[in-house]
């Protein structure tokens, strides 16, 4: 989901810029730890609960942050627990296969397709680690423009995702992925 896309869908809500860092979203409320950032709430991620009211949050940003946390359940909880009935959650992250993933030394987390899954109701990993749910809206996986390489790994993606993972991603890597979940109570 790219920046007009999530302003658009930002517009007129209340939004929490979970991790934003420098780069907070335009009229959203941020919370992060980092002294450099522009946190209106300055605190640990990995620190639950957050000092945040239940069901604040109407949309709830989690760009390139979700790979810095070691407790991803943890963060889903809590990102389940301040967002509204419906909320709409954006998480970007680098793909295990980018080099973007294993750059940043302060990266615990690579995930994957189907990382969200054990969070979205009605699939094979549903209630295996948390009892909080999401619905799917829709990911995507980016390959970037370096021609003929991300065409290629855009064919073998469209073919199977799971057999694009797992035999070719390291010959023919993608970028990121972006999951776009909807909170459900």
Known sequence: MNTKEITQLAQGRKVLDVGCGRDKFPGSDGIDYAVNSVADVMHDLDDFPYPIPDDTYEVILCRNVIEHVPDVVGLMEEIHRVGKNGADV????PHF???YSYQDPTHVRHLAYDSMEYFIENTKH???YSDK?????NREMDFGKSFPFSLIARGLFALSHHKYEKHFAFMFPANSISFHLQVTK
Do not use: E
Request: no cysteine; proline share 0%.
């Open 97 to 99: 296969s980018s080099l």
């Open 90 to 93: 954006i998480i970007t992250t």
């Open 126 to 128: 549903s209630n295996f």
């Open 133 to 137: 749910r999401f619905r799917m809206v």
